[in-house]
């Protein structure tokens, strides 16, 4: 199974993206899925994700303004970025399968391929 990350774009502060993640190639659905990202010099980062029950968290920097959720046959989750600040420029990658709970998410090793979103300011 392969995930499949789109929707990154160049957007001015203030505006709004929403990103897509999708297993590749089947219908295969998706349990918990989990949003990351990584900016250029900096750790890949949590920001949000998604049970199979549909409970969401998120990381702080972007509760309010970020909205994970997913089409009802679980194949397709999004990611609606909202408010968008230069800070949130970043590859974002989508993680599936990996393990939720309340306080986080556990990746597994399915990974999308990244996209990239850049936020000018």
């Known amino acids: 199974v392969q995930l499949q990350a789109s929707g990154g774009g160049l957007v001015q502060a203030g505006g709004s993206l929403r990103l897509s993640c999708a297993t590749s190639?089947?219908?295969?659905?998706?349990?918990?899925l989990g949003w990351y990202r990584q900016a250029p010099g900096k750790q890949r980062e949590f920001v949000a994700a998604i049970s199979s029950g549909d409970s969401t968290n998120y990381a702080d920097s972007v509760k309010g303004r970020f909205t994970i959720s997913r089409d009802n046959a679980k194949i397709t989750v999004y990611l609606q970025m909202n408010s968008l600040k230069p800070e949130d420029t970043a590859v974002y990658y989508c993680?599936?399968?990996?393990?939720?709970?309340?306080?986080?998410?556990?990746?597994?090793?399915?990974w999308g391929q990244g996209t990239q979103v850049t936020v000018s300011s």
């Open positions: 190639g089947s219908t295969f659905s998706i349990n918990a």
């Open positions: 993680n599936g399968f990996g393990l939720y709970s309340d306080s986080g998410y556990l990746p597994s090793g399915y």
